[in-house]
């Protein structure tokens, strides 16, 4: 595992933003109308997924044992800009990114487009499915955070505790919506604990927020081979009919509702745990810091606002 994260954090520069020079590829011959055909076009393609693969392969000294894998290439919504995704895979460790290549075959870069004539935080809100999720704090606080996590990622066992240390200095102004995204190709009981949060939630929603934190804070102890125990146990401690809450963790409709939550996640390209959205803003791991910045920012812009409405 550590061989895979210190290669992950290798790709993670990657990831973050470079522009590479790839072997370039030999103009598309034309056809008699004018555009390349499509036998030509899929060839050029697929050269080029093969250049991908092997610049980054020299490039982060990826050996046989790292399966990488470059998608078909697609338009992007940016003209002469193909986009794809890109997986690395280490055992059953898997890690998947977005990246853009130019239609020459030159440029690979990764990085965020962004059309400036829409609303970007509008658009995250539009996508994220609130409704039947796990929510504390006042239904008309001014700031939503949204939580997308995975309870066996000892990063969002960070922000669990970073929320619990700073909810209480933004009493009735901060709503927390919690979105399981369980990464079960690292975390073997993840599914579980997702599971027995989703059934907690639907006997007593208030209940899942006690479950909540017992899982988090008893994460060194839980495993793939005593998850279920644990999971009862957990729910017995925070008030749940033990037959009732068995009998739900053993049923499609609760692992159908974790499967909604982590597409839900997906059609968000959250690709990592946790990622949070506040007031539609993203961000990416347990910075207390920065989810302060997020949240006093929203408020003094609605002071804001307030004082230019009463003007």
């Known amino acids: 595992m550590r061989v895979f994260v210190k290669k992950l954090v290798t790709l993670a520069a990657l990831i973050l933003m470079f522009v590479a020079a790839l072997p370039g590829m030999a103009q598309q011959p034309k056809s008699a109308t004018g555009g390349a055909t499509s036998a030509t076009s899929a060839a050029a393609s697929s050269q080029t997924q093969k ?123 901060v709503r927390v919506i919690f979105k399981d995204f369980p990464l079960e190709q690292l975390h073997p009981w993840a599914r579980t604990a997702a599971i027995a949060g989703r059934c907690a939630y639907q006997q007593k929603p208030e209940a899942f927020w006690k479950v909540y934190d017992l899982i988090y804070d008893n994460q060194e102890i839980i495993s793939a081979a005593n998850a279920w125990t644990k999971m009862t146990d957990y729910a017995s401690q925070s008030g749940l009919d033990a037959d009732a809450f068995k009998s739900c963790m053993a049923s499609p409709e609760a692992s159908a509702a974790v499967n909604a939550s982590h597409a839900n996640g997906e059609k968000l390209e959250v690709s990592s745990t946790p990622t949070v959205f506040v007031n539609g803003r993203r961000m990416v791991g347990a910075d207390e810091h920065l989810l302060e910045q997020y949240i006093n920012y929203e408020l003094a812009k609605l002071s804001a606002n307030k004082s230019a409405e009463k003007r």
């Open 51 to 173: 250049n991908i693969e092997a610049y980054l392969r020299n490039l982060y000294a990826f050996g046989s044992d790292v399966k990488l894998t470059v998608g078909p290439l697609k338009e992007s919504a940016v003209e002469g800009i193909y986009e794809t995704n890109i997986d690395v895979t280490i055992g059953e460790n898997k890690q998947n990114a977005k990246f853009y290549v130019s239609k020459d075959g030159r440029f690979l870069f990764r990085g965020d487009l962004s059309d400036m004539t829409k609303d970007p935080l509008a658009e995250n809100l539009a996508q994220i499915r609130m409704t039947d999720a796990p929510a504390l704090g006042d239904a008309k606080a001014p700031v939503t955070i949204v939580e997308y996590s995975d309870f066996e990622c000892p990063v969002c066992r960070n922000l669990h505790d970073v929320l619990r240390g700073i909810l209480p200095n933004y009493s009735g102004k």
